[in-house]
C-alpha cells in the first residue's frame, strides 16, 4: 500500500539519486550543431601536428568547455553527496574532475583519423539526445549518443550513451558499489579514485 | 514483481546452501534500502565469487586463445568466419522474432538465413545486407521480457557471465530452439557442434578484447560495472526491439489512410 510515508521516501530518494531538482527539461535549441562543433573541435586537436603533452592540455580545456564536468560528478556520487562531508566533496570533484581528463585524452590513439556524422535529435527527460555515428579507422562504424543540457545558459554534454549503457549511470554504479562495499563511507572512494589517478599518470604519454 | 516472489523460496535455499546471501541495509537507511532494492542483486557475495573464479579462468583460457585468434587470423577472414556463425544462428533469431510477434523482423531474418545461406555460400557472405535485410540478433530472453516477464534478481553464472533467472530459461530454450542441437547424431556431428561453440566463444571473446580491457582498466568495482551495463544493455534491447512497429504493408500497396507506427 502506497502510504505517504512511503511515497515521501520514495520521493526523496528519487531526488537524491539525481542529486537534481525534479522539474520537467526543456529541450535545448540548436544541440545538434554544438555537438558537431564540439567534435569538430575535439577531432581537429587529436589530427593536427604537435606533442602528445601540448594535445593532453588542449583536449582538458575542450572537456571543460563542452562538458558538465560539476554536474556529471555530483550525478555520479548520488546520494552519497548528501552524506559527504564539504571537504570530501571537494577532494572528490578534484579527483573526478582529474580522472574524466585522462580518461579523455589517453584515447587519443583511438580517434585519429575518424569522422562521425549527426543523426537525429530527440528530447527526452534527461536532456536533449544527439544520435552520432563514429567511423574510427579500423573499427566498425559505432552509434553514440550524446545528451546536452542547458548549463548556465550555455549547452554542455551531460552523458554519452553507447549500445543502449550510458556512461555516468554505469560510473555511479561502479561507485555507489565502491562506497558501500566500504562501509558507506566515500573516504574509501576517494582514496581507490587517487590510486587510479596515480596509475593513470604513471603512464607514459 | 510476480516471478520475483516466486523465486524467494528457491533464494533462500541457494542462500542457505552458498551462505552467500547479501544482508540488506536497515530500515532506517530507507535510500540506502531502496538502492538495494534497486540493484537487486541479493546473491551479491556467492556471485561476486563467481565472478572472480571466472574472471580468472578467462585470464588463464580464454583471452589468450582470442588474442592468438586475432593475431593469427586475418580481419576479412575472422569476418566471414562471424558471418557464418551469424548464419548458424538464424534459424534460433527468426523463432524468437515469430514468437515476439515482430513480422518485419521475422522477415529479414527469413530473408537472411535464405539469402546467405545460397548466394552468401553457406553464410560466408552477407549478400543479404546489400539488399536490404539489416542483421539483427535475438533470444529467447528477449522474447520472455515482451511477453512481460521481469528479468529477476542479478545472477553472475560461471562461464556465460552476466545474467539472470529469465536470460539463464532464455538461454535453455534457444538451445532447444535450435535445429542444429536435433538433426543428425554420430560422432562427427557431436564434434562440429562442440567446434561450433567453441569458434562462436572465441569469436565473440576476440571481439570484445579492447571493450573488456577498457573496462577493467577505468572501472573501480569492475564487477558492479559489468553488472550495471549488462542490465541498461539489455533494457535497450527489449526496449528497441518494443519500438520496432515498421509497417508491414509492402511499399507498391496502397497504403493505408492512418498512419501506420513507424519505427525510431
Known sequence: MLTRRRLAVLTGCAVAAAGLPVAARAAVPGAAAFIKQAGDR????????????????????????????????????????????????????????????????????DYKGATFTIGRTTAR??????????NAPNNPPTQVQWVVQDVGGQPKIVDVIA??????????????????????????????????????????? | MRDAARLLPLLAVMCAALAGCATPPP????????????????????NRVVYKVNNAVDTAVL???????????PHVVRH????????????????????QGKPRRAGDSLMRLLINSTAGVGGIFDVARRLGYPNHDTDFGITLALWGV??????????????????????????????????????????????????SAVNTR??????????????????????SLYRQHRRAEVKATRADNRATVPDWFPQPKTPQPKTQ
Open chain 1, 42 to 109: 575535439f577531432l581537429a586537436v587529436i589530427n593536427a601536428p604537435g606533442t602528445m603533452r601540448g594535445k593532453q592540455q588542449q583536449l582538458r580545456q575542450i572537456v571543460e568547455q563542452d562538458v558538465d564536468v560539476t554536474g556529471v560528478g555530483r550525478f555520479v556520487l548520488g546520494r552519497f553527496w548528501r552524506v559527504a562531508t564539504p571537504a570530501e566533496q571537494q577532494q572528490y570533484m578534484a579527483v573526478f574532475r582529474q580522472i574524466l581528463v585522462y580518461n579523455v585524452t589517453t584515447r587519443i590513439g
Open chain 1, 125 to 134: 527527460a534527461e536532456g536533449t539526445v544527439v544520435d552520432t555515428t563514429i
Open chain 1, 163 to 205: 549500445e543502449g549503457t550510458s556512461m555516468r549511470l554505469t560510473q555511479r554504479s561502479d561507485y555507489a558499489s565502491v562506497i558501500v562495499q566500504n562501509g558507506g563511507k566515500v573516504a574509501a572512494l576517494i582514496a581507490a579514485m587517487q590510486h587510479q589517478l596515480a596509475g593513470l599518470q604513471a603512464q607514459p604519454g
Open chain 2, 27 to 46: 530500515a532506517s537507511d530507507p535510500a540506502a534500502l531502496a538502492a538495494f532494492k534497486q540493484t537487486n542483486d541479493p546473491l551479491e557475495p556467492s
Open chain 2, 63 to 73: 583471452k589468450p586463445v582470442a588474442q592468438g585468434y586475432v593475431a593469427v587470423v
Open chain 2, 80 to 99: 566471414h568466419i562471424g558471418n557464418v556463425l551469424d548464419n548458424l544462428n538464424e534459424p534460433v533469431v527468426l523463432a524468437n522474432d515469430m514468437m
Open chain 2, 150 to 199: 521481469h528479468s529477476g534478481p542479478y545472477l553472475y553464472l560461471p562461464v556465460l557471465g552476466p545474467s539472470g533467472p529469465r536470460d539463464l530459461v532464455g538461454f535453455g530454450a534457444d538451445i532447444a530452439l535450435d535445429p542444429f542441437t536435433w538433426v543428425g547424431q554420430g560422432a562427427a556431428v557431436a564434434d562440429l557442434g562442440y567446434a561450433r561453440y567453441g569458434v
Open chain 2, 206 to 227: 576476440a571481439q570484445l578484447l579492447k571493450p573488456i580491457d577498457q573496462i577493467k582498466r577505468t572501472a573501480l568495482d569492475p564487477y558492479a560495472t559489468f553488472r
